[in-house]
């Protein structure tokens, strides 16, 4: 049976490259009617934290790609390790290297971390790589790829403080839990040739390979905190659906004839590693937002609302009525692209007082503003409020009182009732906020212009 894995190191957050390599392991193998499994490369015991484990394994879990096997990790493996540098060491595979001092290793620290019967005071152990012929890998995305044996060398495989290296854990690993297929990022194609011959020294057959460009920012190189988030925390913090992300990242190097949308189901029936592309994926954050945009408008409101409380809620806005909520996130749901935005967008619903700031309203004009807002009050004034219909026409007789077109005096309206220039029709903000709480913002924006 096909199985492949995802092996994060919980060394930082979760970024949003490794998350897509997550997904297409998942996919390919939930495609292949195969499994997927989680371990955390966590033998850099200095660098390595619980809190970043804790938060990759949550995001993924989050995500959907929970592991099918219980979740590895290498820092509770090192004697297994010891056991296989041992058995290179008998087959001649592997020797031991006195270290040399020299600018680039007089600081390295010496002390043991972890104590083992193979360790030497001042020496590593290497992996003696064979030189005598060529590796050509058949790449599941980028097909042959032949590696020169004038480029190999001897690899560190055991540290001289007693901790496994990365090349040697990782080929362990993928055989004893029984890998077929390794689907990764390209920057670590030039660790397969040193592999390959890592599972061929121990007996093992080499899984098969699948190297993925990495996702590059819109400038070409790659994705990094320059170009914005890239913590995957970041994009579930900020309120973008699980649906959103999986779909965005699928379409990240990959593509099916000219669909945008997926579900997961048809992720996984129509997943193919082979239509990935062998060229480097541009992360486009304005295509995230609008897919994400879509999801939320496609949404029942009534879940839209129980996702967007805790969003309020930080913003400390209580929310006491659920069917006002309702009515204005029917009102404005289309007007933001994740949750953490269309929460704060609509908190001066929920204020008795707004806070103006003239500076968010450039060009008004003042004395204008006064008279117009004199003239919608006193109109308002008269209206009951039954239908938007009534209120579009009093706002219709101001323009004709005052012999003016809509556009120069919806804006002073829409500012009065919201403080913002972005918000909905001027009909629907005046019947959702009713009668006496239309007139109550209008009144007060008049006063802050006196």
């Given at each position: ?65 929970e592991s099918d096997d219980e979740v ?15 058995a290179l060491l008998e087959s001649k ?49 980028h097909d042959d790829i032949t590696f ?303």
């Open positions: 049976m096909i199985k492949t894995r995802f092996a994060p190191s919980p060394t930082g957050w979760l970024h949003i490259g490794g998350v897509r390599t997550a997904l297409f392991s998942w996919l390919f193998a939930k495609n292949q009617g195969g499994s997927f499994c989680i371990r955390i490369d966590d033998t850099d015991t200095t660098r390595s934290t619980d809190e970043y484990c804790n938060s990759i394994i949550s995001a993924l879990n989050l995500l959907g790609l590895t990790y290498q820092s509770k493996r090192f004697n297994i390790y010891i056991d296989h540098i041992e595979s592997a020797y031991y290297d006195k270290i040399e001092v020299n600018e680039k290793t007089k600081d390295t620290d010496l002390n043991i971390q972890y104590d083992n019967r193979l360790n030497k005071p001042g020496h590593v152990i290497r992996f003696k790589n064979s030189t005598e012929k060529s590796i050509t890998l058949k790449d599941m995305v020169d044996p004038k480029t190999f060398h001897d690899v560190v495989i055991l540290r001289s403080n007693g901790v496994p290296t990365y090349n040697l854990t990782s080929v362990v690993d993928d055989a004893e839990m029984g890998i077929t297929h390794v689907i990764r990022g390209d920057d670590h194609l030039s660790n397969t040739a040193i592999q390959i011959n890592l599972f061929n020294a121990l007996g093992h057959k080499p899984p098969k390979f699948g190297h993925l460009p990495m996702i590059h920012g819109s400038d070409g190189k790659r994705l990094s905190k320059r170009h914005g988030a890239v913590n995957i925390n970041n994009f579930l913090e900020d309120g973008y659906l699980v649906e959103a992300l999986i779909n965005y990242l699928a379409k990240t190097g990959w593509s099916h004839k000219d669909e945008e949308f997926f579900t997961i189901d048809q992720l996984v029936k129509l997943f193919s590693i082979h239509n990935v592309t062998k060229s480097s994926a541009i992360f486009d954050y304005d295509k995230l937002n609008w897919l994400n945009q879509h999801y939320i408008k496609n949404k029942e409101i009534k879940d839209v609302a129980d996702m967007i409380i805790p969003y309020l809620d930080s913003l400390g806005v209580k929310v006491e009525d659920r069917e006002y909520l309702e009515t204005i996130l029917n009102l404005g749901i289309d007007r933001d692209y994740n949750l953490k935005n269309i929460a704060a967008g609509i908190t001066h619903y929920f204020h008795d007082e707004l806070k103006y700031d003239l500076s968010n309203f450039k060009g008004i004009k003042v004395d204008l503003s006064r008279r117009i807002l004199t003239n919608t009050i006193e109109k308002l004034e008269k209206n009951d409020f039954q239908a938007k219909e009534d209120i579009s026409n009093s706002i219709k007789e101001v323009c004709n009182d005052m012999n003016l077109k809509f556009k120069d005096i919806g804006p002073v309206i829409r500012f009065g009732l919201t403080a913002k220039l972005k918000a909905p029709s001027i009909d629907e903000l005046c019947f959702t906020l009713k009668k006496t709480n239309t007139l109550k913002r209008l009144r007060n924006f008049h006063e802050y212009l006196n």
